[in-house]
C-alpha cells in the first residue's frame, strides 16, 4: 500500500551500495547528500493522516541541513584539500560491494527475527535501517580518508533516524532537534578537524596519524 | 498455430539478429557525423566470411576448430529456449532458465579454450580477462532471473515471461527496475559493449573478446560473428520480456512490441557507446558485483515478501 516508503527504502539501500562501491570523494558526498533527502522525506509519507505542521517543519529542517549544509561543507572541505579520490582502501570497492550484500542477508534476516512492538507501515523499514547502521559502520572502519569515515558517521546516523522513524510515528520535536544539533556540530568539528589534519600533515590518511605517538 | 508461432520466433532469431548489430553501427555513425555503412552491413559481412576458406595455425589443434563450431550450436540451442513477445519457444520445460545460462557458459568456454589453444600468449590474455569478467556476471545473471523466476513461480523462461505481464509494474515495479538494471549491466558486458568492452579496438591494453579471435579466419570467424549477432539477440529478448511484459491477447501486437524493444535497445546501445567511454579494467569487477548487488537486492525483495 504504500509504495512511495519502499521506493524510498530501495533508494536507501541502494544509496548505501553506491557509497560502498564509488571512489571519487565528491560524489559520495552527493550520494550521501541525496541519501539524507530521502530520510527527510520518509517521515511525511509513513503518517496515514498527512504531516503535521511540526513534522513538515523537522522535515524541511532536515532536508537542508542534510541534503545542502552537510554536502556545502564536505565540498568546500574536499576544495580545500585538493584530494579527489579514496586511493588505498583498507579494504577496495569490489569487496565492500561484496560485503554490503552480505551485510543487506543480516540485516534482512534480523529484521525478520526482531520483533517489533510497533506496527510497521514497511517490512522493510528495520532491515533497510540495520543495512544503512552496517554501511556506515564499515565506512567508517575501511577508508583511509578523514573525509569519508565523516561520510560514513553521517551514513550511520541516518540508519539510526530511519530505525527511529520506524519505531515511533511522533517523535518528540525536541530529542529530534537535539540529535540534529549534536550531528552538525560533529560535521562542522569534522570538517574543520578534516582541514586542519591536511594543512599539518599534507594528507587525510588516519592511519598514519598514530605515528603521532612516537 | 502453435507451431507456426515457434517457428517464426526461431526464424525471426536466425534471420534477424545481424541487423541489431546493423542499428548500433548506424547509430554510432549517426552520432559520428558519418553517413554509416548500411544496416545490413553484418550481412554482407557473414556471406563474405563463409565464402573465404579458413587459415589453421600449426600450433592449434582440433580444440581450435571445434571452438566456433560448438559456440554456434550452443547460441542456437539457446534460441530453442527464449519466446518473444507473443511468439512461444520451441521447447520449454521447468529449470529451462538454467539451461539457457549455461549454454552460454559453454559457448564461453569452448570460445576461451580454442583460444588458448592457439598457443598465443596474447589471446591467452584476452582469454583470461573474459573468464575473469562473466565469472562476476554469471551470478548477476542468474540471481537476476532467480528473483523474476520467484516472483512469476516458474523455473521456465516460457512460462516466466508469459505469466509476466505489463500489470505487474506497479506492485513489482522496484524489483523489476533492479531485475532490468542488473541484466542491461550482463547484456552490455556479455556482449562486448562500452562500458566494460570496446567492439571497435585493436588495442592490445584494452581487448577482452576482440582478442580472443584473433587467430580465427574465415568461415569460423564468420561463425564466431553470428553467434556473438544470436547472443546480442537473445539478451535482448530477454530484456524485452522482463522491462516491456506487454500482453495484449494479439500475438502480432505483443511481437511487435518486443521487436520494437529490441531496435530500441540496439540504438541506446550505440549512443552509450557514442557517449561513454569504456570503464578502466580495474573497475569493470566493481560493475559486475554492483549488478550482482542489485540482482541480490531484488531477490531478497521477492523472497522476503516484502513487496
Redesign the interface.
Known amino acids: 500500500m504504500n ?1 512511495a516508503v ?2 524510498i527504502l ?1 533508494f536507501l ?2 544509496s548505501n ?1 553506491a557509497l560502498l ?1 564509488l571512489s571519487r570523494l565528491g560524489a559520495c558526498i552527493r550520494v550521501a547528500a541525496l541519501q539524507g533527502v530521502a530520510l527527510g522525506l520518509l517521515p511525511l509519507f509513513l503518517v496515514e493522516s498527512g504531516p503535521a505542521a511540526h513534522q513538515l517543519f523537522f522535515s524541511a529542517l532536515l532536508i537542508g541541513l542534510k541534503g545542502i549544509v552537510f554536502p556545502w561543507l564536505l565540498t568546500v572541505v574536499l576544495r580545500e584539500i585538493q584530494v579527489q579520490r579514496e586511493i588505498e582502501p583498507f579494504i577496495g ?2 569487496s565492500s ?2 560485503f ?2 552480505v551485510f ?2 543480516v540485516s ?1 534476516w534480523l529484521g ?1 527475527r526482531l520483533p517489533l512492538p510497533a506496527s510497521m507501515q ?3 523499514i528495520v ?1 533497510s535501517a540495520f543495512f544503512t547502521i552496517m554501511s556506515g559502520f564499515f565506512l567508517i572502519i575501511a577508508r583511509k580518508k578523514a573525509l569519508t569515515q565523516v561520510l560514513g558517521y553521517l551514513v550511520l546516523e541516518n540508519g539510526i533516524y530511519a530505525f527511529g522513524a520506524a519505531l515511533s510515528e511522533n517523535q518528540p520535536v525536541l530529542i529530534e532537534l537535539g540529535i540534529l544539533l549534536d550531528l552538525f556540530a560533529a560535521a562542522f568539528v569534522m570538517g574543520i578537524a578534516v582541514f586542519h589534519i591536511n594543512r599539518e600533515f599534507e594528507h587525510i590518511d588516519t592511519d598514519k596519524l598514530s605515528g603521532l605517538r612516537t | 498455430m502453435l507451431i507456426l508461432g515457434k517457428l517464426i520466433n526461431l526464424l525471426l532469431c536466425l534471420a534477424a539478429a545481424p541487423l541489431l548489430g546493423g542499428i548500433i553501427n548506424r547509430t554510432k555513425a549517426f552520432f559520428a557525423g558519418r553517413k554509416g555503412p548500411s544496416v545490413f552491413q553484418p550481412y554482407y559481412d557473414l556471406f563474405k566470411l563463409f565464402q573465404k576458406g579458413a587459415v589453421y595455425s600449426q600450433t592449434a589443434g582440433w580444440v581450435f576448430r571445434a571452438g566456433p563450431v560448438i559456440g554456434l550450436a550452443s547460441a542456437a540451442a539457446a534460441a530453442l529456449l527464449m519466446p518473444l513477445g507473443g511468439l512461444p519457444a520451441v521447447l520449454a520445460f521447468e529449470g529451462d532458465l538454467i539451461v539457457f545460462v549455461y549454454l552460454f557458459a559453454l559457448l564461453r568456454f569452448f570460445l576461451v579454450i580454442s583460444a588458448l589453444d592457439t598457443g598465443s600468449s596474447f589471446e591467452g590474455m584476452g582469454a583470461a580477462r573474459e573468464v575473469t569478467f562473466s565469472a562476476l556476471a554469471e551470478p548477476a545473471f542468474l540471481l537476476g532471473l532467480a528473483a523474476v523466476a520467484k516472483y512469476t513461480g516458474h523455473t521456465s523462461l516460457s512460462q516466466i515471461f508469459s505469466s509476466l505481464d505489463i500489470t505487474d509494474w506497479p506492485a513489482a515495479g522496484p524489483t523489476l527496475v533492479l531485475v532490468g538494471i542488473s541484466t542491461g549491466i550482463v547484456f552490455l558486458s556479455e556482449n562486448c559493449r562500452i562500458p566494460v568492452d570496446d567492439p571497435n579496438t585493436h588495442l592490445e591494453l584494452t581487448m577482452i573478446h576482440e582478442v580472443m579471435v584473433l587467430d580465427n579466419g574465415g568461415p569460423d570467424f564468420g561463425m564466431i560473428l553470428y553467434t556473438a549477432a544470436l547472443k546480442l539477440w537473445l539478451l535482448g529478448a530477454v530484456l524485452a520480456g522482463i522491462l516491456v511484459p506487454v500482453h495484449t491477447g494479439n500475438v502480432w501486437l505483443d511481437t511487435t512490441a518486443a521487436l520494437l524493444f529490441l531496435a530500441l535497445l540496439a540504438v541506446l546501445v550505440g549512443v552509450v557507446e557514442s557517449s561513454m567511454a569504456r570503464l578502466r579494467l580495474l573497475h569493470v569487477p566493481s560493475l559486475l558485483i554492483g549488478a550482482a548487488a542489485l540482482s541480490i537486492v531484488a531477490l531478497m525483495l521477492v523472497c522476503g515478501g516484502l513487496l
Do not use: F, R
Open positions: 509504495s519502499d521506493l530501495i539501500i541502494l551500495l562501491g570497492y569490489g560491494l561484496a554490503g550484500t543487506l542477508i534482512l525478520s514497511s517490512g522493510l532491515p
